[in-house]
């Protein structure tokens, strides 16, 4: 089993939806949490960064880690076209471990 | 654009050949790591050097390594490929000695196909 699971997807949402993606991990020595976005053909960038519990918004997105549940989410309000992407959960202790990632298609 | 270039964009070779995959990390960044992207086993950590030497490895086969240059720029050297070695390959890189709270950056990947 890995250390962090992920739903692939796909995921699809009409434009305007809320969009919630979800990982959860096995690890409890895990501190930080991030989230990546990859379009296609392109390497993951970092979108989102939290550490430890709680949430933390940035524009349209929301982070949020449950610790006591091993469970982070990341939540995408007014969700446009272009948010079209794989996401990609990560967390470390020292390496980054990621998730497989989610796919997700936000239709016009 | 991240600020990481990689060399070359695709890569199409046979069984048991050897290949290197190049990578510059960001003006300034003295980290740079290794991943393998494929379908099955998603974004796999595969070693780390800071400033030229090796810091950390992750699910790296002994078939394939890795080295920094004094300029900072990476190779990473495939050999004895096999068809599973088919993925994606990313180089990132951060700022100082790496650790949870780094920020990595990501270059474009070379995609390597092997038949």
């Known amino acids: 089993q890995k250390e962090v699971e992920q739903d692939p997807g796909p995921l699809s949402v009409p434009e305007g939806a809320i969009v919630s993606l979800n990982c959860t991990y096995s690890n409890s020595a895990f501190q930080y949490f991030m989230w990546y976005r990859q379009y296609s053909r392109k390497g993951p960038e970092l979108l989102m960064y939290t550490y430890s519990s709680g949430n933390k918004e940035d524009g349209r997105f929301t982070a949020q880690v449950d610790k006591s549940s091993k469970y982070i989410s990341l939540f995408i309000r007014d969700s446009q076209p272009s948010d079209s992407a794989t996401y990609l959960c990560a967390m470390t202790g020292y390496a980054l471990n990621f998730g497989k990632g989610t796919s997700l298609l936000v239709t016009p | 654009d991240s600020g990481v270039t990689q060399t070359p964009k695709h890569l199409i070779t046979a069984t048991g050949q050897r290949v290197t995959l190049r990578c510059s990390p960001r003006?300034?960044?003295?980290?740079v790591y290794w991943y393998q992207q494929s379908l099955d086993q998603g974004l796999q950590f595969l070693i780390q050097y800071y400033n030229g030497e090796e810091r950390a490895k992750g699910n790296i086969l002994e078939r394939f390594s890795a080295q920094q240059f004094p300029d900072l720029h990476s190779e990473l050297n495939l050999s004895s490929l096999e068809l599973g070695d088919s993925a994606l390959y990313f180089c990132?890189?951060?700022?100082?000695?790496?650790?949870?709270?780094?920020?990595?950056?990501f270059g474009p990947g070379t995609r390597l196909l092997v038949l």
């Open positions: 003006s300034g960044d003295l980290s």
């Open positions: 990132a890189s951060s700022a100082r000695a790496g650790g949870p709270s780094e920020t990595q950056y």
